[in-house]
């Protein structure tokens, strides 16, 4: 009894003390999956997430931040590449998707392997190819760091730094990307009207590709079999790595067709270039096998001119206020418009 | 501001209702369930060899696994309390983590029942502490899960680098659970009286282990660090490997 009471007291002040900070689920979206439940979302965590996200210090070296890999100007993914770099000059296994509405995904990556967006994070943490690190050795340099401690102590209102407070603030920045803000959600809310091109995009669009890339965020979170042979040094199977099941041979996570024209490479493995080359795919590439997609079959009839058109509607899904928005922004920075020069 | 009010008497009342709230009548007494691991009938020494029952040379660095959902079964009517949510890593190379504190109602009981690794309500509640730290080095990042038990150690036979062992068992997806729900028996009553702390040992056999329901010959599997059949199976055996309550009355 008595425990409770101080607990409660050390609450009541940690509540007076942190700034709440409410969710907003943009108009004509689902709830949210994550609802930042056991972690409610502050503006100290937000702030604390965003901190870690830009920090070299969460990786080996101290060169691989979060924001490596996943760029703000390319809509939180890797810019022009179709792996990413990470520790000690080797290469990530998959392409780094772009990071926004991923308070909507229950499972994360592209064969899903991911059960919680607050767990996500140990994966490029812990791994050799990406930032390397040891989770005691980042609990250690957050500690001894001149800012943490005091961050820490303000967002969960009490002292220490342990795996799940760094996770938990994390997930509080991750999860707060929201991308609802491109021509389409305009036009959504009678803001903004299509020109004719992107009309009949939108037309052949809804016909011949909604069904998996489902408004409005466009993927319906499964995973199938698009007919892309496994890359023979790669051999990567996908969903099947996850669950152990044949049936799930080459299954990938649908992909959220939200900012496509950032987030090139495109693929599992990033061996898409450009989007005419995804289209093509779709058009004569469908490599048959048994756990093809049974929409798949016979492919996807796209023309020229519906590559014209559908490029046109695609571009309408760009966000250009996600990618600037400095809130999302590196807090040493700020905003960056273009790539910077020395990118590769 | 509106919201930091609410709070405050939510708070406000939050304390006056405790204050006025009844005390739980509580425990009655304290059971100590104390694991220990056995080779041939006689306690495992970490990194000491041994033979497996097909006369294969190992020897064990390490022996962890996740026990959960604590519970005695009287004899008059099964759980008295629900079992405890608390997860518990017994690692054999920490001691102090072989032993469970636990508290129990009074009365008679002859079994108690718990679970091997954690099950799938508890995977998926995002970043955890405690014993569920991933710091502890049981949580699998790329395939999100906890592992339900590691063993790992050294054996000539082993075609792995360094002759290593490493069965890394997990996975908590049907088919292939690793996760298992089960009663251990004593062959005794066990009186939990207000007066004792019961001692409870639950001892395991690693000769069951590789002699288990799906004989596992070192040549032929030295690792497995992935959910999928072998992972079930090699969690079949591990649950064989437990033979039962041992009680000993305090004195």
């Not at chain 1, 990033?270 to 093809?292: A, C, D, K």
């Amino acid at each position: 009894m008595k425990k409770f009471g101080i607990i409660s007291g050390i609450g009541f002040f940690w509540v007076m003390w942190i700034t709440p900070f409410p969710f907003e689920v943009p108009k004509g979206f689902p709830p949210p999956v994550y609802q930042f439940q056991h972690n409610p979302r502050s503006k100290q965590g937000f702030e604390l997430g965003r901190k870690l996200f830009y920090d070299g210090k969460l990786s080996r070296d101290g060169n691989f931040p979060c924001s490596s890999c996943h760029q703000q100007f390319a809509a939180f993914a890797t810019y022009e590449h179709r792996l990413s770099h990470g520790f000690n000059n080797k290469l990530s296994f998959r392409n780094a998707p772009g990071l926004f509405n991923l308070a909507w995904e229950q499972e994360m990556h592209w064969d899903g392997g991911i059960n919680h967006i607050e767990v996500q994070p140990l994966a490029p943490l812990l791994d050799p190819h990406e930032m390397a690190e040891d989770l005691n050795q980042i609990i250690g340099k957050l500690k001894n760091d001149r800012a943490y401690p005091a961050l820490f102590n303000q967002t969960f209102g009490s002292p220490g730094i342990n795996s799940q407070r760094i996770l938990k603030a994390l997930a509080q920045f991750t999860a707060s990307l929201v991308s609802a803000d491109t021509k389409y959600d305009r036009v959504k809310r009678g803001e903004a009207q299509f020109n004719q091109y992107e009309k009949t995009g939108f037309e052949i669009f809804q016909q011949k590709c909604a069904r998996c890339h489902q408004e409005p965020l466009f993927t319906d979170l499964s995973y199938r079999n698009t007919g892309m042979e496994a890359d023979s040094t790669l051999k990567d199977y996908g969903r099947m790595r996850i669950t152990g099941r044949k049936e799930d041979s080459l299954k990938f996570r649908v992909p959220s067709l939200r900012n496509v024209f950032l987030t090139f490479p495109y693929g599992h493995d990033g061996r898409f270039t450009t989007i005419s080359e995804v289209l093509e795919h779709y058009n004569t590439g469908i490599v048959q096998s048994p756990t093809l997609d049974s929409s798949l079959r016979k492919g996807i009839t796209i023309t020229e001119n519906d590559r014209f058109y559908l490029i046109s509607f695609l571009g309408t899904l760009t966000d250009s206020s996600f990618i600037k928005n400095p809130l999302y922004s590196d807090p040493q920075m700020g905003v960056r418009d273009l790539p910077p020069e020395d990118i590769h | 501001m509106l919201l930091k009010t609410s709070s405050l008497f939510t708070m406000v009342f939050f304390l006056l209702m405790t204050s006025f709230q009844k005390a739980d009548p509580g425990p009655d007494s304290t059971m100590i369930l104390h694991f220990s691991l056995y080779v041939h009938g006689a306690p495992l020494v970490l990194n000491k060899k041994y033979k497996n029952p097909f006369g294969e040379i190992f020897e064990i660095s390490r022996f962890r696994f996740y026990a959960g959902k604590i519970a005695p079964i009287y004899t008059d009517g099964g759980l008295k309390t629900n079992p405890s949510s608390a997860y518990h890593l017994i690692d054999f190379s920490d001691s102090a983590s072989t032993h469970i504190e636990l508290p129990v109602k009074g009365g008679s009981c002859n079994e108690i029942q718990f679970q091997l690794g954690i099950d799938s309500i508890d995977q998926s509640r995002g970043a955890q502490t405690g014993a569920l730290d991933p710091v502890k080095g049981m949580f699998w990042t790329w395939n999100s899960g906890y592992q339900s038990f590691k063993i790992e150690g050294v054996s000539p036979v082993s075609d792995q680098p360094s002759h290593m062992l490493a069965y890394h068992i997990g996975g908590y997806r049907y088919p292939y659970s690793t996760v298992w729900k089960f009663k251990l028996s004593s062959d005794r009553i066990i009186r939990i009286s207000k007066e004792d702390k019961i001692l409870v040992e639950i001892p395991l056999e690693l000769d069951y282990f590789f002699d288990g329901p799906n004989p596992l010959h070192i040549k032929e599997i030295s690792a497995c660090t992935t959910p999928g059949e072998l992972a079930r199976k090699l969690s079949e055996n591990f649950i064989s490997s437990f033979t039962g309550l041992t009680h000993t009355p305090s004195p």
